[in-house]
């Protein structure tokens, strides 16, 4: 189903926007079809660990479709991860301001970690 209207919608006048809100914000989780239960466990325990809605939480690539598009791989229970995003403005702009104050108002650029191949600061790449 979930492919489906990626493809129909990829094939037809309707934006990538609006593809992507159907699908993924709308559509059931693949992953928890028939385990409604253990979905609001671990949504639950998340909402209640970052203090932010329920509603807020989602659950992205191959457990959302059921095939990861990145890997064009199924969804296997025993050996994929569940990718989950959290939507949330307060949350987001609470850990930009951790961040802030950790850096120095980002001067600090030791602090993003180092690229493996050049050594460079990844501060650039947080901050794009």
Not at 35 to 40: N, T, V
Not at 46 to 54: D, L, T, V
Not at 89 to 99: A, D, H, P, S
Request: with cysteine; aromatic share 10%.
């Amino acid at each position: 189903m979930h492919l489906d209207a990626i493809n129909s919608g990829i094939n037809s006048d309707i934006s990538l926007e609006e593809t992507v809100r159907k699908v993924y914000l709308v559509y059931p989780h693949h992953v928890f079809q028939g385990k409604e239960d253990l979905q609001y466990e671990i949504f639950n325990q998340i909402s209640q660990f970052f203090s932010i809605p329920i509603h807020s939480i989602q659950v992205t690539g191959s457990g959302k479709t059921g095939r990861s598009l990145h890997k064009q791989t199924d969804f296997c229970p025993l050996r994929s991860d569940l990718d989950i995003a959290i939507i949330n403005e307060r949350l987001f702009i609470k850990y930009m301001e951790i961040v802030s104050l950790q850096t120095n108002g980002y001067r600090k650029a030791d602090m993003f970690g180092r690229d493996t191949k050049t050594g460079a600061s990844l501060k650039d790449e947080y901050l794009t």
